[in-house]
């Protein structure tokens, strides 16, 4: 297990076991934009549980070797205190 966040590892290693050649083919592969691989890569977004849960549906991997792989040492995943609020209308 990787001893801090690194993205890299865990799109490296899908990329491999699925035996793509690039992340455009990965990209492809999770149904995802190319630019949203490429800002996960830069560190510039996270890999959010959306992509995580795609992750593990094209590759079958569990959830925690797929968190394994990036270093991602959290037990939960939790919302912030803002999702699932009621958008507070301004009169």
């Known amino acids: 297990m990787p001893q801090h ?5 865990l ?4 990329s491999y076991r699925l035996q793509l ?6 990209a ?4 995802v934009s190319p630019p949203i691989l490429s800002k996960v ?4 977004m996270p890999v959010g549980a959306s992509l995580l849960i795609r992750m593990h549906e094209v590759t ?4 925690r070797q797929l968190q394994d792989m990036m270093g991602d ?3 939960k995943f939790r919302l912030s ?11």
Do not use: C, T, W
């Open 73 to 75: 040492r959290r037990q």
């Open 11 to 14: 799109l490296d290693n899908i």
């Open 81 to 91: 205190s803002a999702q699932g609020r009621p958008r507070q209308e301004f009169v």
């Open 41 to 44: 890569r830069h560190m510039r």
């Open 21 to 26: 050649k690039n992340d455009a083919a990965l």
């Open 60 to 63: 079958g991997l569990p959830m």
């Open 5 to 9: 966040y690194d993205p890299n590892n």
């Open 28 to 31: 492809r592969a999770l149904e």
